[in-house]
């Protein structure tokens, strides 16, 4: 399917020079050079023209005549019902008069009746051809075949194209459907009322709307209806009215060969209004731009589209299929009787051409490609085939296609009047030692060899590996295997993931004799095209409805945030979840919309909603505010947090790196770590989202495995953290304690966003924001803001002599920003305590208690706990002890009761005012 | 203007009525009768399909169930032989069939004219 979508680029369009692809010369008689053809398209190699003939009176005939035959049609099956009739009404007559056979013989008798009968069969024949001229006039799309095409290039002038072999050129409104030609005779009626002299793309569009299956597709992508055709009607009243008759332009005319075209590429029947709308919207810039308002784009339009296409086809297919399977055998043999029963491997297998002639097996989408790739493997000589590729993109449906391929006998000549039997390895192995498994194995294998009609496919064959019999080193499972597929006794396909294919299969005897076949993740258009084939089961199980947006955002979103799973299988988990979820919470008949998706992803992957559903560019535009609202003071740190956030959030990063890396710098209880929390919760929604690593713990090498894990299956803490919630603020604590060697580790998360941990698994780093703290140099910060040096000079001396001597430069290069954080003063600290109070505020009003201080109180508490060494961490003890110590002592021993007030007075001391008696 | 006139397109539309009334006997002998023959000839190939009969003679040597020993191939090639008279004596059958609509096709628009001119006589 992809094909499709490209091949639009090769049309290429020649208009008529004399009449500018009018057809008309100016007195309106058909232009002479081109005989009103007006444009022409040459798409591979064939020659496209319309003859189509719009205007008021050829389209008021056109409908008389469409009345007229439906007259004609009519009279005829009356007539046709009336000889019926009276023949019956005969035979009754007769049956009334006598009592002998001879009676009947009406092709013997003379009557009016027996004459309208006569009459009657003339007419029946009559609509017999009638009814096969109509079929045959009804020129459907026409596939060009296999290397039919014309040997010139284009033509330079019109009487070169008038020469070109009639079987080489395609009159497209032939293929239009009524209700496409309805359609565009709507779109001239329309430009024909509104006098306006040419019938333009967005005439066309508009019309669409009113047309069924067009409006299907706008309805999937949940567009508001009548806001567009308000929208459609202000672009239309722009366009201003002549006095010149209306006829079409010659972009209507592209319109239509591209419509052919894109119709006849998707294999349709017939030019269907839906095929005209991404034409329209290439030329219309205007209307693609008013469509891209409203959140449409070329590509969803395209995947609807195709989305109708799909359940068309399955529909067509399946009739097709029901047809075709019907001369597949249905028992074990074959249709030359030539087989043998194959009792032991009828046990151990299940039969895919079996399930696949009833019915019971998924439409595979796309995969042409690889499908043909395994044929050619086949047909070149190999023996076996093996799928690789990684879990989840849909091996086990191509496998389930060439089943229904073979089905159909629609294979290469080795595969045919065969049966494809799916060897099922844990059966195979239950219950039974290496050696026993072994015997079975040979015996099912010659019971292969000697039916000759069997083709086997081993899911997972990896899980045939290492399973030897007797002593080490003696032959495995997969060598007994592997010497019959190389001596061409049998047909094998596998599958194998890919990591598996490397770790077990890869340079082994199996993998030597085995073709490879690799099945790569589809691409997102691709994926949603796969889900689309199964929207109808689900919508049918769950009676829940899906917009498009819904399947292309389950798409985009586990593409984007499910690193260890694969498309398509991961999209379909989302989908199904989803589908379970609203039909529990809205009912059954509800709509899936953008936002559940949304939700699902998020409680799936851990990541914070806000991420998903993009709610936070307010939150980030105000972010200093935010920030300042929990954080006293380092106004610098906090602006370039905040900038840097910014630049993240609107995509202007590398892709490939953290959302952003600091080097927190500054001495203790400044508020490195409190403006770590506050990014945590503010950019991921809770405090949580937060992996805190105290590096002093990662003194020595050794403790490398503690971080990343090892091949023994420890887990790192490290990896396993970002592994299970990608979206997270990693705080490394003073990082200048750890290991040099770990240290290094950070070099590669910063520069590629990726590690590899212990097992071998690659975690995912570009949704963190690292953050680091480092007290380096903390003493002569005090001293330098002390003698007033600007933060900047600081900032340099300490990075090119401090920190050296303790982080390797180019560990220092990779943050996006060294900040330097200002000791505290007075002021910040009065600051901080007054917050401090009003959060233990918060937690005596969870228990009915009120809290009373004054500015003097806050003074106190701040000049006691001030210390410019420590910053605000004494405070934090000071509040302590001297506050909540008392707050608690008067609880247990007072009785603190409800509605009672503590009051904090200017020396810091706590008392307690009784509250009122209820 | 002749490509817009009401007049011009109604006498076509008319000598196009015509047109398909006097063509039909001609229909009827020649595309028609072509089609109805191409139809039975699908539907021959559609029953020798189902019945397998080329499959059968092609493999009339090869022994049924894969059993090479001589008395194998012997009872086989007998057992094919009787399948493949059988299975010719059914397509025969369709044949035959197919042969006497193609006949009905040919003679049956005589027959009624006949029929509709004896009413007169």
Known sequence: MPEEQNNKISIQFITCPTCAGNGKTGKGSACKNCSGTGVIAIYAGRFYYSNLLISAPAIKLRHLKKSLNFILNLSEYIIGLAGLLALAYWVYAASEKTQTLEAFSFWRAKSPLILIFWIGLLADMFVIYRLSEEEAARQKITKPKYNQTAEYDSPNNWSEFNKIKSKYKVEVSGGFSPAALNAVEQAFALANRARHSQVRPIHLFFNLLKDEGAAAIFSRLNIDAVKLIAKLKNQLLAIEAGTEPTELSAEIKEIFFEGYIGALNSGQKKVEPAHFILPILVRDKNLSELLYDLEIDHDKINNVIQWFIISQRLMDNYRLYRKASRFKPSSTMDRAYTAVATPILNHFAYDLTLAAKWGRLELCVGRVDEIKEIFQALESGKNGVLLSGPAGVGKNMIIGQIARAMVEEDVPKMLRDKRLLELDITRLLSGASAA???ERLLVIIDEVVRAGNIVLYINNIENLMGITAGEEESLELSEVLASAISRHNIICLASVSRDNYVKYIENKPLGDVMAKVEILEPDNNLAIQMLESKIGFYEAKFKVYFTYASIAKAVELSAKYIYDKFLPAKAVDILEAIAVKVSEAKGINSLVGVEDVAEIISQKTKIPLTKITEKESEILLNLEEKIHSRMIGQDEAVEMVAASLRRARAELREEKRPIASFLFLGPTGVGKTELAKTVAEIYFGDEDYMVRIDMSEYQRGESLEKMIGSPEGVLGYLTEAVRKSPFSLILLDELEKAHPDILNLFLQVMDDGRLTDGVGRTINFTNCIIIATSNIGAVYIQDQIKAGAPLNSIKESLINDQLNKYLRPELINRFDGVIVFKPLELKEVESIAELMLNKVKRLLEAKGIGLK????????????????????????RLIQE???????????????????????????RVSVEKGRKL | MPTNSFIFYSLQILTELIRDVLYFPV???????????????????????ALGLLIWIKNIFRPMYAQYDWQGMLISFFMRLVQIIFRSLILLFWLVFSLAVII????????????IIFQFL
């Open chain 1, 436 to 438: 026993k498994a072994e």
């Open chain 1, 853 to 876: 201080y004054g500015k003097e109180a806050v003074e106190k508490l701040a000049s006691l706990g001030f210390d410019p060494k420590f910053g605000a961490r004494p405070l934090r």
């Open chain 1, 882 to 908: 001297k506050i909540e110590n008392e707050i608690a002592n008067k609880v247990l021993a007072d009785g603190l009761k409800r509605r009672d007030t503590i009051v904090i007075d200017g020396q810091a």
């Open chain 2, 27 to 49: 229909w009827w002998y020649s595309r028609g009768l072509v089609n109805s023959a191409k139809s039975l000839l699908n539907f021959l190939a559609d029953k020798q399909k």
């Open chain 2, 104 to 115: 009905f096709w040919i003679l049956f628009p005589i027959f009624v004219i006949y029929e």
